[in-house]
């Protein structure tokens, strides 16, 4: 069945850095793109990035335009979110997802704390 | 950036009871539209798309409409596994979240 697994949360301080993970399996992974989305504690969701399938092409919405890089490694089927200057703002549980949003992981919870 | 205002932000409701909630989008989004419910602890979970096709498994008791900027979701008979916090979401452009609705019991 298609999982989703992601990896690479924890608390780190404010200015710092941290790569996330999401390993997928049960799809083809190379032929689709992969979004990742956040959620702070007890508030909404909200949209971060997406890769296409062959990593070529790469939106990021307003707020980590800049911060943030996402990429993937098709013969590992990983995603990645690569999070620099990282703010007590972006504390969130972030999850991967598959294109077309039917597929999540269950998420990793980012602290950033001094 | 496409907003997506989705109402109301709470609703308390009794078992066997039909909820209906909106969102509306500040551009002409088509029909490029899901609903997700999500219960605490868990990823959302998709139960329409394309604004009112009802995702494989999902029970029939969930519906949605709309095209354009006005969507509306519904669930008819309401079940004590329906209480969760649902949102909407358009994907014509980069993805955006309603701010949800929760539903929870009177």
């Known amino acids: 069945q298609v999982q989703l697994v992601e990896s690479g949360g924890g608390v780190v301080r404010p200015g710092r850095s941290l790569r996330l993970s999401c390993v997928v399996s049960?799809?083809?992974?190379?032929?689709?793109?992969m979004h990742w989305v956040r959620q702070a504690p007890g508030k909404g969701l909200e949209w971060l990035t997406v890769?296409?399938?062959?990593?070529?092409?790469?939106y990021y919405a307003d707020s980590v335009q800049g911060r943030f890089t996402v990429s993937r490694d098709n013969s590992r089927n990983t995603v990645y979110l690569h999070m620099n200057n990282l703010k007590p703002g972006d504390t969130a549980v972030y999850f991967c997802?598959?294109?077309?949003?039917?597929?999540w992981g269950q998420g990793t919870l980012v602290t950033v704390s001094s | 950036d496409v907003q997506m205002i989705q109402s109301p932000p709470s609703l308390s409701t009794s078992v066997g009871d039909k909820v209906t909630f909106s969102c509306q989008a500040s551009?002409?989004?088509?029909?490029?539209v899901n609903w997700f419910q999500q219960k605490p602890g868990q990823a959302p979970k998709v139960l329409i798309y394309?604004?009112?096709i009802l995702e494989t498994g999902v029970p029939s008791r969930f519906s949605g409409t709309g095209s354009g900027t006005r969507f509306s979701f519904s669930i008819t008979s309401l079940q004590p596994e329906d209480i969760a916090t649902y949102y909407c979401?358009?994907?014509?452009?980069?993805?955006?979240f309603g701010q949800g609705t929760r539903l929870d019991i009177k």
């Open positions: 997802a598959n294109n077309a949003f039917d597929f």
């Open positions: 890769i296409s399938y062959d990593g070529r092409d790469k």
């Open positions: 394309n604004a009112s």
């Open positions: 049960g799809f083809t992974f190379s032929r689709y793109g």
């Open positions: 979401q358009q994907y014509d452009y980069l993805p955006t």
């Open positions: 551009q002409d989004v088509g029909s490029s």
